[in-house]
């Protein structure tokens, strides 16, 4: 028996390009918008006696499945869907911390991206069995990151996918044990022009500009713009290739509190900073480690904008940014201590 919140998400990288495999991570989401996106052509031919389209002229043309799951982000099992967005990894123990790996995440330079398995469980109305509808094909178009004061961490990914089975067996999930939350108490913050240091396999990145006290809110978003063709003859309406890498974007936005002129001057001389996010839980993993979640773009240019007054309120700057190629580091680097051993 079921109830409508025996929904479930299950994961898993494929061997071959829309050929389905069985999920075996599975996440907790929060939400999810995941459609087949059908489509279908309708015939226009005039036929004496007919005002209105003939039922027998409406034919399928192509299926573009996809769209959003949304999560919060947590010490474990996050791996997969950051080397889904991503595309380059390594997933290095870290010295003196016996169990402790550490994933590097940047953004893949060359065609294709991976390519996975998505099967979402939906159960009908009424208790009956969960009823499993399966993506496959499906290819990370974009990953987010946000979060505001008082609120866990969230990450969303939007997908892009071949084709959906509904007629494939349900995988039942298993969730990780001991998995905890990143929330914005557990943030900080270096947004500025001090000396950046890059992570390495082992190593955090590290900032030498003071932590930021005025940040509110945040959010980071890296997008692989993946071309929405391929709908070639012979595909039967779904894609025969996978979507190629565009033009990847790094953008965001921080909420501040005007306290000072440093992020106002930086936006107006064109400045270029860097942005380090760490989130960091307070108990350690292993000796004098913690998990933590660390975001890092290297050449940032902000948007705007310039304080207003706010009516007798503290005033705030909502502060919009691109992440730049400063042409000798990548452009955003995620940062994943876990223990996971696998990605």
């Not at 071959?16 to 309708?42: C, H, M």
């Not at 089975?165 to 969730?175: F, G, L, V």
Request: proline share 3%; hydrophobic share 40%; aromatic share 6%.
């Amino acid at each position: 028996m079921t109830t409508q919140l025996d929904c479930s998400i299950g994961i898993k990288e494929e061997s071959e390009y829309g050929t389905a495999v069985v999920p075996d991570q599975f996440l907790e989401f929060v939400s999810e918008a995941l459609d087949d996106n059908r489509t279908f052509v309708q015939g226009e031919g005039m036929r004496v006696g007919s005002r209105v389209a003939r039922a027998d002229r409406r034919e399928f043309s192509q299926v573009a499945p996809g769209g959003s799951i949304e999560l919060e982000a947590s010490t474990s099992g996050l791996g997969i869907l950051l080397e889904a967005a991503l595309g380059t990894v390594t997933n290095t123990e870290v010295p003196t911390a016996a169990g402790v790996f550490q994933q590097v995440h940047t953004p893949n330079d060359s065609d294709f991206a991976k390519s996975y398995t998505i099967q979402k469980g939906i159960p009908p109305l009424g208790g009956g069995a969960i009823l499993a509808h399966t993506f496959v094909g499906a290819m990370c178009e974009s990953i987010e990151f946000a979060a505001a004061a008082g609120e866990i961490v969230k990450v969303t990914t939007e997908w892009l996918a071949k084709n959906l089975n509904t007629t494939d067996e349900y995988a039942a999930p298993s969730y990780a044990a001991g998995s905890k939350l990143f929330t914005f108490v557990h943030g900080s913050i270096h947004l500025d022009d001090s000396a950046l240091t890059v992570p390495t396999a082992t190593a955090l990145a590290s900032s030498a500009g003071d932590t930021l006290a005025n940040i509110s809110d945040f959010s980071v978003k890296w997008a692989n713009s993946l071309d929405t063709g391929g709908f070639n003859l012979g595909g039967a309406g779904t894609r025969t290739r996978k979507n190629a890498l565009g033009m990847g974007s790094v953008e965001g936005q921080v909420t501040a509190e005007f306290d000072s002129t440093a992020l106002r001057d930086a936006y107006i001389n064109n400045s270029t900073l860097s942005l380090v996010l760490n989130f960091s839980r307070g108990e350690e993993i292993a000796a004098g480690v913690t998990a933590m979640l660390q975001i890092v773009v290297p050449a940032v240019k902000l948007n705007g904008e310039l304080p207003k007054s706010n009516g007798g309120e503290v005033i705030t700057q909502s502060i919009p940014f691109v992440g730049l190629d400063d042409l000798t580091n990548a452009p955003i680097y995620v940062v994943y201590r876990t223990q996971d051993s696998d990605i």
